[in-house]
Antibody
Framework: QVTLKESGPGILQPSQTLSLTCSFS??????????VGWIRQPSGKGLEWLAT???????HYNPSLKSRLTISKDTSNNQVFLKITSVDTADTGTYYC??????????WGQGVMVTVSS | DIQMTQSPASLSASLGETVTIECLAS??????LAWYQQKPGKSPQLLIY???SLHTGVPSRFSGSGSGTQYSLKINSLQPEDFASYYCQNGLSAPLTFGSGTKLEIK
């Protein structure tokens, strides 16, 4: 059974760095075609893909945010991390991690709410 | 970047009706397209991948079709649990992009 769960700080101030953790079970990130992605959603709005890390440590980033994003993994502990630097209020929303099979996100975490506020 | 234009933005329908949601890609995405369903307060769930393949456990009243730049999601015989938001997603190339969503409401 594939499960993912996100964790994060809840609230942070503008200009700080947002650190998110995705803890997963039920699959190996070292398996071929497998990846973990991060997707976010401002309240009441649509979905925005942020980054994906793959089984050979291949990383893909959304170019619109690439300079602020770092995705990494700890395969032995089944965790994937995402850092977003210099946050502002536009980064407020729900952040999801999801298992990806090539191009699609077939299993999602429950999401973690992040609020950027001074 | 490949832009995904989804329509309509909202849709009202009755139980038992059939509805269709459209997604137009800004370039050919060779059927590398997914559809997701999202209920309020919940995470999105994969319904369709490769434009027309049903994900495990998804009821057969959901179907996807299309090719090139034009794709559609059809829901037959609407059930109460189908009233939700739906998103298409380009999987051909990064950045992976989603449509703006369609909110399906009960009439």
């Amino acid at each position: 059974q594939v499960t993912l769960k996100e964790s994060g700080p809840g609230i942070l101030q503008p200009s700080q760095t947002l650190s998110l953790t995705c803890s997963f079970s039920g699959f190996l990130l070292s398996a071929s075609s497998v990846g973990v992605g991060w997707i976010r959603q401002p309240s009441g709005k649509g979905l925005e893909w942020l980054a994906t890390i793959g089984w050979e440590d291949v990383k893909h980033y959304n170019p619109s945010l690439k300079s602020r994003l770092t995705i990494s993994k700890d395969t032995s502990n089944n965790q994937v991390f995402l850092k977003i630097t210099s946050v502002d209020t536009a980064d407020t929303g729900t952040y999801y991690c999801a298992h990806s099979d090539y191009y699609y996100f077939d299993y999602w975490g429950q999401g973690v709410m992040v609020t950027v506020s001074s | 970047d490949i832009q995904m234009t989804q329509s309509p933005a909202s849709l009202s329908a009755s139980l038992g009706e059939t509805v269709t949601i459209e997604c137009l890609a800004s370039e050919d995405i060779y059927d590398i397209l997914a559809w997701y369903q999202q209920k309020p307060g919940k995470s999105p769930q994969l319904l369709i991948y490769d434009a027309s393949s049903l994900h495990t456990g998804v009821p057969s009243r959901f179907s996807g079709s299309g090719s090139g730049t034009q794709y559609s999601l059809k829901i037959n015989s609407l059930q109460p649990e189908d009233f939700a938001s739906y998103y298409c997603q380009n999987g051909l190339s990064a950045p992976l992009t989603f449509g703006s969503g369609t909110k399906l409401e009960i009439k």
